[in-house]
């Protein structure tokens, strides 16, 4: 699936478009103590932008102010300076959560009603006439993998860990939203119940929705974002897209069996012949006529990577670099 951040004509469309969330030198500051005379600053002077059809990652670790920015944006706490817009509209503007939907990454759910109750109670609060809600409740419980039986019967205190996020997901949707805003969505969850939520936030992106979430799983994110930016110790250090942060260098790293290594030595410069009769080399030209080539000559990939820098790397190197400026 090609990304926003893959497709020009989608950045260009970026450009001309006003960004769905702006932040302006946005800072949040506590005050603790007995009298109230100590100050813990949150956020410091952030500054991004979202756009329509976008799905952005903000990362950072514990403590770095991730959560502090998506309830200034959610308006759920007041900025202590800065400002910023919500779908054109003031941070905290009513009318704007008609059409946002927020999956916390803790949500409370009452355990004494059914997954079908939680959606009816979810939709009740948005207004939504109950022949729509008929019709959106299934289609939800659907997307999200839930058998109509499970949600209709069973308690939602005897839902695991993943269906309750997954319900959890499919409240943030009832009132079809224009952006959701994502809280960690993986937290807690087996491989098995990321791969879910994973594919329900590439089916929510394939459907044009504009996504932003919190996370700390950095392998989802780089499947799953267009642009990303880092946060820590409450400072917004970097954002992009991964090709701008990571490197969009067409350099592989190809594993394969097979093939005349003469002409397979002309495509790869460092090519090694291993002792189980496989070998491996970088790859420097397009790899569409490699491929054409290697089939021709009988030969078969076994493995084929891109070799720039993981997320991980990337992220770890910004952290590091970000607290060793402070020491």
Known sequence: MKSVADDPN????MINTPPVVLTSELAKVYRTGFWL???????????????KGETFGLLGPNGAGKTTLLKLLLGI??????????????????NVKQHIGYLPENPYLYDYLTGWEFLQLAAGLFQI?????????PQLLELVGLSQADARKKLLRRYSKGMLQRVGMAQALINEPELVFLDEPMSGLDPVGRYQMREIILALKAAGKT?????HILSEVEQICDRIAILAQGE??????LNELLGANNIYQVKGQGGDWEILKKWLPTFIFEPDGSWQGTLQDDYYDF??????????IIA????????????????????????
């Open 10 to 13: 989608s950045q260009l469309n």
């Open 37 to 51: 005379n100590q100050k813990v600053v949150s956020l410091k002077s952030c500054s991004l932008k979202v756009y």
């Open 77 to 94: 706490i007041r900025p202590t300076g800065g400002r910023g817009l919500l779908l054109g509209k003031p941070l905290g503007d009513r």
């Open 129 to 137: 006439p109950e022949n729509v809600q008929r019709r959106r409740i």
């Open 211 to 215: 996504i932003f979430f919190n996370s």
């Open 236 to 241: 917004l250090i970097c954002s992009g897209s």
């Open 291 to 300: 491929l054409a080539s290697l089939r021709l000559m009988e030969g078969k």
């Open 304 to 327: 084929m990577n891109l070799c720039r820098q993981s997320l991980e790397e990337f992220f770890i190197q910004q952290i590091q670099t970000k607290n060793n400026s402070l020491n």
